[in-house]
């Protein structure tokens, strides 16, 4: 299926540049682009082709490989990036989801790939299924009575961390609100059980009761929205960014080879719409240094140190447009350079550039459009952004200036950009 450019006839006003679209330089030849759509996973290059369309689909971490599901009983194929052809299948007793299909969340995936959970059909209990991905077989099922959610599992496969939603019964008898709480469990994949040790900031339940963003009790319960996740370069680590609407913002830091947890709560509080001060996104270094905990909408960056623990630094970015009241509920989307000198991130409206040595903002790119999701081409030369509408907007990095645009098949989220 083929897709036009879009040449824009007239050039857009930048705040770093304003030039015309002149179409994909060469150096794009090899970019391809991870879309989702409602219905499926497409990839697309970057002269307008829809290269593949896999239906419902994660990528392994390093891109090599789709995972797609189909039917009921559930099927679960290895698709080959490249050729788009399937390796292998397993077929699944029951019916399956990706951890991502249904709620925002991550995908499933262990940090280094070798693991993907999936979510089984739940009533009165939770199921889920455990493939090791190497090795091309069920590793294991779990079941467990209550209401769980995915949250991650560790690169050896043996811990599989759960959020476990405190019901409104149990939420009155415990004297706590049933909105948003939630306690991390893990389930112990050798032994086949749920350990009885609670995952929680021990430093911060020894506090007095919900004394801190999170409201982290000794039982192990918290209130939080989800808003996005990382994990550490090592593996070791999970990030993930949580918004309680009663006390603030707060990064949950799951240690996943020791079952332990530690809540980063230094994070700005501040006035404004309650979607706004939800839009918030997280992203790593890529030495794994320093974590950036991004809010396009309210304009502020905190720098996190990844290795300590500690918030930084945390700044409001002078120059951003202001966001109107209806702010889009989506997370700023944000990434980093190799040399770890630029930020990225979805404002308001555009896309921001900003020094991470000074916070200065050095860019501000494709200033009339909503930006929901973006990502650096492999080189780091060219930024992708997918606006609302759907169309994915290349631009030059460092300058903005626009090279081409391409028309998606509605596309709600731009994922990552490859090469082949």
């Not at 209990?125 to 991650?152: C, H, M, N, Q, W």
């Amino acid at each position: 299926m083929r897709r036009g450019i879009g040449l824009a006839g007239m050039a857009l006003l930048l705040a770093s540049c304003a030039s015309q679209v002149s179409g994909p330089p060469e150096s794009a030849a090899s970019d391809q682009l991870v879309l989702r759509t409602p219905a499926a996973l497409q990839v697309w290059d970057a002269k307008g082709d829809l290269v593949h369309s896999l239906g419902r689909a994660v990528a392994s971490p390093d891109g090599s490989v789709y995972y797609t599901l189909v039917g009921s009983p559930t099927t679960l194929r290895w698709v080959d990036a490249k050729t788009g052809r399937a390796i292998t299948e397993l077929q699944l007793d029951g019916s399956y989801s990706f951890a991502n299909e249904l709620e925002l969340g991550p995908t499933g995936l262990s940090p280094n790939g070798r693991w993907l959970v999936l979510v089984g059909e739940s009533a009165a209990s939770s199921r889920f299924a455990v493939i090791d991905t190497a090795l091309l077989k069920l590793a294991a099922t779990a079941e467990i009575p209550g209401a769980f959610g995915y949250d991650a599992i560790s690169d050896d496969g043996t811990s599989l961390y759960l959020i476990e939603r405190i019901a409104p019964d149990t939420a009155r008898q415990l004297g706590v609100s049933a909105a948003y709480s939630y306690r991390v469990r893990v389930y112990d994949v050798p032994s086949g059980k749920l350990s009885e040790t609670l995952v929680v900031d021990v430093k911060l339940a020894g506090q007095l009761t919900g004394d801190n963003n999170a409201e982290t009790r000794v039982d192990g319960i918290m209130r939080g929205i989800y808003q996005s996740s990382v994990p550490s370069t090592d593996g070791r680590w999970n990030f993930s960014f949580y918004y309680n609407p009663g006390r603030g913002p707060f990064i949950h830091v799951l240690h996943l080879d020791s079952r332990s947890a530690f809540c980063i709560l230094d994070l700005p509080v501040v006035a404004g719409g309650y979607e706004k001060r939800l839009g918030w996104s997280l992203a790593l270094t890529p030495s794994g240094q320093t974590l950036y905990a991004v809010n396009g909408a309210l304009g502020l960056v905190s720098s996190i140190d990844a290795t300590t623990l500690k918030v930084m630094r945390t700044e409001t970015i002078a120059g951003l447009p202001l966001a109107s009241a209806t702010a889009p509920s989506y997370s700023s989307s944000a990434r980093v350079a190799q040399d770890a000198r630029k930020l990225w991130f979805a404002a308001a409206r555009g896309v921001a550039l900003v020094d991470t040595r000074d916070f200065a903002l050095r860019g501000l790119f494709l200033p009339d459009r909503v930006v929901t999701s973006l990502s650096l081409s492999p080189d780091g030369r060219r930024l992708y952004a997918l606006s609302d509408e759907g169309t994915v907007w290349m631009i030059d990095a460092t300058t903005g200036r626009q090279l081409a645009q391409i028309q998606t098949d509605g596309a709600t989220a731009l994922l990552r950009v490859g090469s082949h």
